[in-house]
């Protein structure tokens, strides 16, 4: 008699073709000081790293080097290239910019004054954190202007890169928007990630699979 056939439990392996990506959060940056205004890049506030978010760019440096990646994006954004900035020195990689990950854009709350309003518990923050919602602030980002523009530079990224690994570079609100996207979930429901935490997505050619969250395992010795 045959015996049975076996099946094991095996790590999971994306189809041919597909593209695994890294999604950096910068380091922690600068503070905001009331009354004193961020400079401004294309009406978008560009503090650099605080020395605490210098400390997290090389722990995160050190950990990603370990891994080889096929190409690195940064946005136009300093804080996300000055984060990538220990990896690029280990690895002699060259990042490529790639804006469309920057930051949500919040309009009139830009410059530093977001962390005021929402420190001081501002009705508009509040009703922005309960509707899920970025423009209820004025003058900021059309919700769906910005899950477009963060759907396409994904997409744009993972066709440079068939069944390769990437790394990319970019900030809290893009990063949350990208995997809920990838699971359907709630806008706001992948928000809260920290400083140089490490997000990973598989794209394959009919999806976008979430495999890793909010991994700040670098930072914890």
Known sequence: MPSPRRFSQTPFQGPPGSTELYL???????????????????GQGDPPLSDIGRA???????????????????TNLRRTSETAAPLIRLTGLTPVVEADLREVSLGEWEGGLFRQKVADVDPVAVRMMAEERWDVVPGAEATAAFQQRIHDAIERIAAAHPGSR???????????EALAHATGSRPFAF????????????????????????????LES
Do not use: C, P
């Open 166 to 176: 990437v790394l990319a570079f970019s900030h809290g609100a893009a990063i949350g």
């Open 56 to 74: 997290q760019a090389e722990r995160v440096g050190a950990r990603l080097a370990q891994h080889d990646f096929a190409a690195v994006y940064v």
């Open 191 to 218: 928000l809260m990630s920290d400083n140089t935490a490490i997000a990973r997505l598989v794209r394959t050619q009919e999806k976008w699979i979430l495999r890793g969250f909010n991994d700040t395992a670098h």
């Open 24 to 42: 950096v959060r910068h380091g922690a940056s600068a503070d905001a000081v009331e009354g004193e205004d961020f400079e401004l890049l294309e």
